[in-house]
Structure formats: C-alpha cells, structure tokens
C-alpha cells in the first residue's frame, strides 16, 4: 500500500488531539470556522488542508502547529485500525 | 495593516532558506516538483501551500517542515523590507 501522505497522518493527529480534548467535529469545526464536513473530510485524509487552515484548526486544538505536524510524522502507517 | 498570515511569514522563511542554501527558485521548483512560478508565488505569500506542498519544499531545503514553520512563527511584522 502506499505510503501515507503528511496530509493523511495529520488528519489521524487532529482527530486524536480532537478526542483527547473532549471536542466533537462540530466543536471543532465552530472553534476553527470551518465546516464540519471539512474537518470530517481533513481527518479522514480526503483534503489536504493549507497551511493558514492547518494553523486554525492546531489553535483551536489549542496546540502549535509545528507540534502537530511532529505528532503526525511520529505517527506509523496505522489507518484502517479503528473506524 | 492586517497582521501577516502564516503563508505570508512561511514564504519568507523558504526564502531565506532557500538563499542560504544558494538555490534559485528554478533549483528549488525543480527539487521539489513545483513549477518555479508556484515558488515565487509561495514566498511572497500570494500561495497558501498545502502541508503535503509545503512538506515537498521543506524535504527540498533539508529541513523539517515543523522546524520551518517554527521559523516562519519567529518572523517578525517584516515584509516590505528588501523585495
């Protein structure tokens, strides 16, 4: 299988920071004034976020951006674990 | 005048990376498979790059792209100054 693009592992990233902070898509998504399908579609790996969006959605995390993206790179190729 | 995005500070820091590293825009497009207009674009700001884009041209300037985003969030207020 191929290998995961920075954009795929990012989204694995948010949605565990979203997770651990107690925040639903839709919490997020208003935090960062983005839809929620977006924020659906960027944690799945489907979009490719800007940096400006990567930036709003790390604050809104309340998190650096430069931080997560290290998260990310840590991560190991792991999607398709739990849905 | 509105405070400059993280693009617009994110081109300068690929800038100045770029030229200490002693490449021109067409080195840098080249390495990073971008055309070299994207890049000019990209380090005046006019671009808001992808993380997978902007992940491509900090493989391409040997640095990670957490630690030039670090960078591009130290920049100063500073556009304007030599163009």
Known sequence: MPSPTLSDR???????RRLA??????NLAER???HPTYVSMVERG????????AARIAKS????LPQ???EAEGLRAE????K
Do not use: C, H, M, Y
């Open 21 to 26: 902070a107690g925040l639903s898509q839709e």
């Open 10 to 16: 990012f989204g694995i990233a948010v949605r565990r």
């Open 46 to 53: 489907v979009r490719n976020p800007t940096l400006d969006v």
């Open 61 to 64: 995390l309340k998190v650096g």
């Open 68 to 70: 997560l993206i290290q």
């Open 79 to 82: 999607r398709g674990g739990r």
């Open 32 to 34: 960062a004034g983005l």
